[in-house]
């Protein structure tokens, strides 16, 4: 196992750069652990970081992402909101918290696949033609609003 994967201490910007190197074994201690939460954290910041204004155009859009598998089964809930170019995050959002108008999309699969799918590990098309990930809203813009945002990988 890596040793990333137990340090629950580690910062977590570099165990998000460590990601791709780890089985999905490894993936799925590190996520069902103490630093699990942290490292999501870190993913939904760097792709709110990382957004790509010029490929979203004046898209205004709100993709949620309903990650199941956490501790005790729970699921954490992430939304991106793209209004006027500018990428906003907004961790466990409230039932009455308004994302902007425009295009919607939610996407529900567990934190594992989630992970492996970012870091290209597993196909995303092939995990959504079994079932594996869910997706509700527009599925051609489901499609191309995964290129606005990216993670930084370290080498």
């Given at each position: ?9 580690a910062?977590p910007a570099?165990?998000v ?12 201690d ?11 954290d ?48 907004v ?13 919607a ?34 599925m ?10 990216g ?5």
């Amino acid at each position: 196992m890596s040793d990333l994967a137990v340090d629950p201490t580690a910062d977590p910007a570099r165990l998000v750069s460590g990601l791709s190197t780890m089985s999905e074994r490894e993936i799925s201690d590190l996520l069902g652990g103490p630093a699990g939460e942290r490292v999501l954290d870190e993913i939904f910041r760097q792709m709110r970081d990382t957004f790509r204004p010029e490929q979203a155009g004046d898209e205004t859009a709100s993709v949620r992402f309903a990650l199941t598998g956490g501790p005790g089964g729970s699921t954490r809930t992430y939304e991106l909101r793209i209004l006027d170019g500018t990428c906003t995050l907004v961790t466990e959002p409230a039932p009455g918290d308004a994302a902007p108008a425009g295009r919607a999309l939610t996407i529900t699969t567990d934190r594992v696949r989630f992970v492996r799918v970012l870091t290209g590990q597993v196909s995303g098309a092939k995990l959504f033609l079994t079932r594996k990930i869910k997706v509700d809203g527009d599925m051609k813009f489901g499609g191309k609003v995964m290129t606005w945002f990216g993670i930084r990988q370290e080498d």
